[in-house]
């Protein structure tokens, strides 16, 4: 693209990436309970959510739901108790994946029959946020330092004066890897600890950057000052 008559653009892409490992582990955990009972849902409730805030290891426990109401059936225009249902659900993360799996396994064993159901929906592992931001940050300042050297290169090369006009960034990563489904394990206490052992592997986190160089060739910079000087 010509942008004068004596300069013109260059653009093209191009990607920095870096291999960190997944050392985050986050599970989805929820906890529901239904009887006829209200003292009885209350109480299990209690039981979990007590055991959770209690339990000591490493783990970010953040609770996103917990209720206790009653569930009607109308017949006829009136209301009949059903039920009292009761449910907590959670979101936990670990850098300490044998503290999580002790937690999750302990949850399980806290179960007390069919009124009580415990699903841990999924397991996966992620790069921390603040780790993920660290490295976005090396792979803007490695763009940047790549341009400004192949900048020099350039006007090297083809005899010209090659100036950065844009530098733009698109990210290109899924935070979270492949999850373990893992509904099974509510209803059978010892079915977690035959659950396939998640691997913990490296994900590539990518950065692809679009460039935009105006280039001045050296011998219309000479005309230009020819023809100043000619003009004064």
Do not use: H
Not at 20 to 48: H, P, R, T, W
Not at 145 to 162: E, F, G
Not at 199 to 225: D, G, H
Request: hydrophobic share 35%; proline share 1%; aromatic share 12%.
């Amino acid at each position: 693209m010509i942008t004068s008559l004596f300069s013109y653009e260059i653009k093209f892409s191009k990607d920095f990436s870096k291999s960190i490992k997944q050392d985050l582990l986050v599970a989805n955990v929820s906890i529901q309970v239904k009887k006829e009972d209200e003292v009885y849902v209350n109480g299990a409730v209690s039981k979990f959510a007590e055991y959770i805030t209690s339990f000591s290891g490493d783990i970010e426990k953040n609770n996103s739901k917990y209720s206790v109401y009653p569930r009607y059936a109308y017949v006829n225009g009136e209301a009949i108790l059903k039920s009292y249902n009761g449910n907590l659900e959670y979101e936990f993360r670990s850098k300490d994946e044998e503290s999580l799996n002790e937690l999750l396994k302990q949850i399980i064993l806290l179960k007390d029959g069919q009124d009580e159901v415990i699903t841990v929906r999924s397991l996966s592992w992620k790069i921390d946020e603040k780790e993920l931001d660290s490295i976005f940050d090396e792979l803007r300042i490695d763009a940047i330092s790549w341009i400004k050297d192949y900048q020099k290169v350039l006007s090297k090369k083809i005899n010209s004066t090659c100036k950065i006009n844009d530098i733009s960034f698109n990210t290109n990563y899924n935070r979270y890897s492949p999850r373990v489904q893992m509904n099974a394990v509510s209803n059978n206490k010892a079915s977690f600890a035959n659950m396939p052992k998640l691997e913990q592997t490296n994900k590539n986190v990518n950065y692809n950057v679009n460039y935009v160089l105006e280039c001045r060739w050296l011998y219309a910079q000479e005309t230009m000052k020819l023809l100043n000087m000619l003009l004064l």
